[in-house]
C-alpha cells in the first residue's frame, strides 16, 4: 500500500452524465424514433431533428487493457471519445456525423475484427458466465464454448433473417448465473455431492444443511469428523451445497452433461415473461469447440426460422405449434426426464383434452 | 503486480486453446495470448486453462478478501496449480460499479485499462452478469492498491455476498424513445443512496434490482431481479394517425392485421379505414404495438414505474418470476424518489427481520404467502397484482376465527401495522 491517504469510501455510481455522448446529452430524454439503416447500425432521431448512430459489434466481453485501448482509439477518432455496452456485452460505438459512419465500421470490423450485428431479428451476443477462466464452481467453460458457438452463428449475428431477436445464454453450474434465454444452455451433474469429510471444518454446518432445496443434507460424524451426509434419494444434484461447501464436490469430469432449454423471455411484448423449458439432455462437455451444442442450437434455429411467424419469438411459436411438434420439427427425443417434477410440476401438465392429432 | 514470477515468461503451452483461434468471432483467447508478451503472468492463467480444456477440471478457489471498510467487492481466487504458476496464487477479481446505462468516455476507458494493467493482469470484462465492470488478476496487495487506485479516481467498487448489489439498467432516456422513466437517474439515485447496503452485507441474503425504462426489459429485470422497477404510463398512449396511415400505404393492411392487431395480448387493436383504434382501458402496457410501429405509436404522457417483487434465477425452490408489488407510481420529483426509497426500506426491514438465512426474498414470499408479505410491508391487496384469485379453499381469515384462537393481542404493533403513507398506487 502507498503512503498516500486512504481514497474517499462509498463514492457511489459514477455520474453518467460525464460519459454521455454530446448528442445524447443535448436530447437527454427528447428522442422520438429510431430506424435500423442495416444489420449492426441503428439511427436515432430526436425532437431537435439530430440523428445519433449507432454501429453494434459483438464484443467478446473478456478483454486485454490493450484491446480496451484500441476500442478507444476508434471513439476517439469517430466517436468524440463516446461510447457504451449492451446487456449482452455488444458494444455500440455512438457517432454523429453520418459522413464517418463507412470509416466507422470499417474500423470496428477491419482493425478491431468485430462482426457487426445483433440488430433486430438476429442471435444477439451470448449472456455468458466466468467458468473456467475465473469461477470457483464451473463445470464448463464459458468465454471459449461462446467464442466457438458464435464462429458457427456469425450469419445469424450479422443478418436480421429471424422472427425476432434471439437471446441465447451459457451457464457452466446449476447456478444458472447466465440465466434464461430463448436458447439456454447449462451444465447438468448426474450424482451427489462427494463429501471431503476431512476438510468440513472450513463450512459452516448449519448453513450446509440449511441451503439444500430438497433437505437431503443432515449432520453426522462421519470417521470422527464432524460432518454431513446425504440422503442420496432426495438429493437432486443441484450443486447448492458445492456453492456454500467446497468440500462438497458436485461436479465430475466424466459424467457432467450439458442439456438446452428453449422458450425463455423477460420482455412483456405481446406474452407474458416465461422461463425456459428443457428442450434437450445430456449433450456431452466437449471443449475446446463443443460441436454438439452448436449442432443442437443450430436445429432449434432452423426449426424457428422455418415455422415462426414474424415477432413470435422461440417460446412463442412453440407455444403455437405445440410440443410434441416442437420435437418432431427438431428431432430431439421426447422423454419422461422432460416432463416436470419440480415446484410446478402439476400446472405444467397438459390439463386439458386439447391435443394435436 | 507484486508477484515475482512477472518477469520471467513462461511458455505457452495451450493446443486445445489454440482451437479458439479460428473463426469469425473475435477471440478472447487470441488477445490474451497476444497482451500475454507484455504480461508474463497471463501466460500462467492461459496454461492453467488450457489445463482445464484438458481436464475438464477447474483449478481455483475462493477465499474472502476484502478492502478496508468494505465487506465485499474484491472476488477472491486462490489456484490449486499456484506451485506450478507462482502468479496465480492470489488472482482476484475487482467489481467496479458500472456507469448506469453503461455508458462511457474513452477517458474514463483508458483509466481502468492503465489501473488494471498496472496493478494487475490486465483483463478487464464488459460486464458481469449483475452489471459491474469486472478487472481480473490480482493478488492480495495488488488488489487492495487498485481499490485505492479507483476510488482516487472516482470510481466504487460493486457488492458481493449477503448485500445490497450493483444495479443494473437500460439505456433508457439518454437514446430511446420508449424509456417511461429516467432509469440511468433512478439507478444513481438508489445506488448512491443505499450504498451502505452494497458495501457491507448485512442481508438475510443478496438483494438485486434492475430497472427498464418499458415493459421491453432491456435489463432483463422480472428474471434476474429482487425487485424489478419497469417504466410505464397510465392513461392513453399516443397514436400519430398521419403516420398510422403511411404505416399501412407501406406495409398494407395485412400486415397491420396479422403483425400488430391480432399479437396485441387484450384484443385492444382495430382499425377503421386507415385510423387505429385503441381501447387504452385495456392496454396492458406490453410494447408490442408500439414496437412494431414506433414512428406512429408511442407511451402515454402521463408516466412512472410498476415495481415488481421477487424475481431470481432456479436456486433454491426454482425460478421465481418477478409480479407486481405497486402496479404504478410517478418517479420525477424529489418526493417521489424519497416515497420510493422509503418504501424499499419497509420491504427490506420486514423481509431482514423475518426472512431466513440465505433467503431470497421470493423465496420468502412464497414461503409466508404474498397476502402476508403486502400486510408485512404495509401495502393494500391490489386485483392487478395476480393472475386470478386463489382456488384453494382453506383459508384463515382472521377476522371470522373465534376470539380464542386469536391469541393474546401484542402490545408493540409488528412492522406490518404501518401504513403504506407514501406509495402512491393508481
Known amino acids: 500500500m502507498s503512503d498516500k491517504p486512504m481514497a474517499p469510501r462509498d463514492q457511489g455510481a459514477p455520474d453518467y452524465n460525464k460519459y454521455l455522448h454530446p448528442l445524447m446529452a443535448k436530447n437527454y430524454g427528447e428522442w422520438v424514433s429510431h430506424d435500423r439503416l442495416r444489420p449492426g447500425v441503428l439511427v436515432h432521431t430526436a425532437k431537435s431533428g439530430d440523428k445519433l448512430y449507432t454501429v453494434r459489434a459483438g464484443s467478446p466481453r473478456t478483454m486485454s487493457a490493450d484491446t480496451v485501448r484500441k ?71 464459458a468465454a471459449g464454448s461462446v467464442k466457438a458457438l458464435m464462429d458457427d452463428l456469425i450469419d445469424e449475428f450479422k443478418n436480421e433473417t429471424l422472427p425476432n431477436r ?95 432449454w428453449v422458450g425463455g423471455k423477460v420482455s412483456n411484448a405481446r406474452s407474458a415473461p416465461t422461463f425456459m423449458k428443457l428442450a434437450v439432455w445430456g449433450l456431452p462437455n466437449n471443449p475446446p469447440r463443443w460441436p454438439e451444442i452448436s449442432e443442437a442450437v443450430r436445429r432449434i434455429l432452423a426449426a424457428y426460422k422455418e415455422g415462426a411467424k414474424p415477432w413470435e419469438r422461440v417460446g412463442e411459436w412453440i407455444d403455437r405449434i405445440g410440443w410434441q411438434r416442437f420435437f418432431e420439427k427438431t428431432g430431439f427425443p421426447f422423454t419422461r426426464y422432460h416432463i416436470d417434477d419440480g415446484p410446478e410440476a402439476l400446472s405444467n401438465l397438459n390439463r386439458s383434452a386439447m391435443v394435436r392429432l | 503486480m507484486s508477484g515475482k514470477s512477472e518477469k520471467k515468461a513462461m511458455a505457452l503451452h495451450t493446443p486445445m486453446l489454440n482451437e479458439l483461434e479460428t473463426g469469425p468471432w473475435p477471440s478472447f ?180 434490482f434492475k430497472l427498464s425504462g418499458c415493459g421491453n426489459d432491456c435489463s432483463n429485470s422480472i428474471v434476474r431481479s429482487d425487485m424489478p422497477i419497469m417504466g410505464t404510463w397510465r392513461g392513453p398512449m399516443q397514436v400519430n394517425q398521419e403516420k398510422v396511415a403511411e404505416f399501412i400505404d407501406t406495409k398494407g393492411l395485412e400486415y397491420l392485421i396479422d403483425n400488430v392487431l391480432t399479437r396485441c395480448p387484450t384484443r385492444c387493436l382495430s382499425v377503421k379505414g386507415k385510423t387505429l383504434v385503441v381501447d387504452n382501458e385495456n392496454c396492458v402496457r406490453c410494447m408490442h404495438c408500439i414496437n412494431v410501429m414506433h414512428h406512429a405509436l408511442a407511451p402515454g404522457l402521463d408516466r412512472g414505474v410498476t415495481i415488481l417483487i421477487g424475481g431470481h434465477r432456479t436456486l433454491k ?47 420468502f414470499i412464497a414461503r409466508i404467502g404474498m397476502g402476508t408479505f403486502l400486510k408485512g410491508v404495509g401495502v393494500e391487496p391490489d386485483a392487478r397484482m395476480i393472475r386470478q384469485p386463489r382456488t384453494t379453499s382453506y383459508i384463515k381469515f382472521e377476522e371470522l376465527a373465534p376470539t380464542k384462537f386469536e391469541g393474546e393481542k401484542k402490545k408493540d404493533p409488528p412492522v406490518w401495522n404501518r401504513e403504506a403513507e407514501s406509495v402512491e398506487t393508481a
Open chain 2, 317 to 363: 425452490i426454482g425460478d421465481t418470476m418477478g409480479s407486481v408489488l405497486v402496479p404504478f407510481m410517478k418517479l420525477e420529483t424529489e418526493e417521489d424518489y424519497d416515497a420510493l426509497v422509503e418504501f424499499i426500506e419497509r420491504v427490506w426491514e420486514f423481509w431482514n427481520d423475518n426472512g431466513m438465512d440465505h433467503e431470497r426474498i421470493g423465496e
Open chain 2, 29 to 208: 483467447f487470441s488477445d490474451l495470448k497476444e497482451y500475454s508478451k507484455k504480461k508474463p503472468v497471463v501466460a500462467q492463467l492461459l496454461n492453467q486453462l488450457e489445463e482445464s480444456y484438458e481436464n475438464k477440471w477447474n483449478y481455483w478457489i475462493g477465499k474472502v478478501h476484502n478492502a478496508p471498510g468494505y465487506g465485499g467487492g474484491i472476488i477472491a481466487r486462490v489456484s490449486e496449480k499456484a506451485d506450478k504458476y507462482p502468479g496465480l496464487a492470489n488472482f482476484h477479481t475487482v467489481r467496479v460499479i458500472e456507469p448506469p446505462g453503461w455508458v462511457y468516455s474513452t477517458e474514463a476507458l483508458r483509466n481502468l485499462a492503465d489501473t488494471a494493467e498496472r496493478n494487475g493482469a490486465g483483463i478487464l470484462q464488459f460486464h458481469g452478469m449483475s452489471g459491474d465492470i469486472l478487472l481480473l488478476g490480482f493478488d492480495d496487495a495488488g488488489s487492495l492498491q487498485c481499490v485505492e487506485d479507483l476510488m482516487h479516481d472516482g470510481w466504487d467498487i460493486g457488492g458481493s455476498g449477503a448485500a445490497m448489489r450493483t444495479l443494473q439498467c437500460c439505456v433508457g432516456q439518454a437514446r430511446c424513445e420508449m424509456a417511461c422513466y429516467d432509469t440511468m437517474k433512478a439507478t444513481k439515485h438508489l445506488t448512491d443512496t443505499f450504498i451502505h447496503y452494497l458495501h457491507r452485507p448485512e442481508f438475510v441474503y443478496k438483494f438485486k
Open chain 1, 166 to 260: 434471439v437471446h441465447i445464454s451459457s451457464s457452466c453450474c446449476q447456478i444458472n448465473c447466465a440465466s434464461h434465454g430463448d436458447i439456454a444452455i447449462i451444465v447438468q451433474h448426474h450424482h451427489p455431492p462427494r463429501i471431503n469429510h476431512a476438510n468440513m471444518q472450513i463450512c459452516e454446518l448449519p448453513k450446509v444443511v440449511a441451503i439444500c432445496p430438497a433437505a437431503a443434507i443432515r449432520p453426522a460424524v462421519v470417521n470422527g469428523y464432524e460432518s454431513v451426509e446425504v440422503v442420496h434419494e432426495k438429493c437432486m444434484y443441484c450443486g447448492a451445497c458445492h456453492g456454500q461447501c467446497p468440500s462438497m464436490e458436485i461436479r465430475d469430469s466424466e459424467t457432467d452433461t450439458l442439456s438446452i
Open chain 1, 71 to 141: 476500442v478507444c482509439d476508434i471513439a476517439d477518432k469517430f466517436c468524440e471519445g463516446y461510447l457504451r455496452f449492451t446487456a449482452r456485452s455488444n458494444i455500440e460505438f455512438l457517432l454523429g456525423d453520418k459522413g464517418q459512419l463507412d470509416g466507422l465500421i470499417q474500423a470496428v470490423e477491419g482493425d478491431l475484427g468485430w462482426p457487426l450485428g445483433g440488430t433486430g431479428p438476429s442471435v444477439s451476443n451470448v449472456s455468458h458466465t466466468q467458468g473456467w477462466l475465473h469461477c470457483n464452481l464451473p463445470g464448463s467453460d
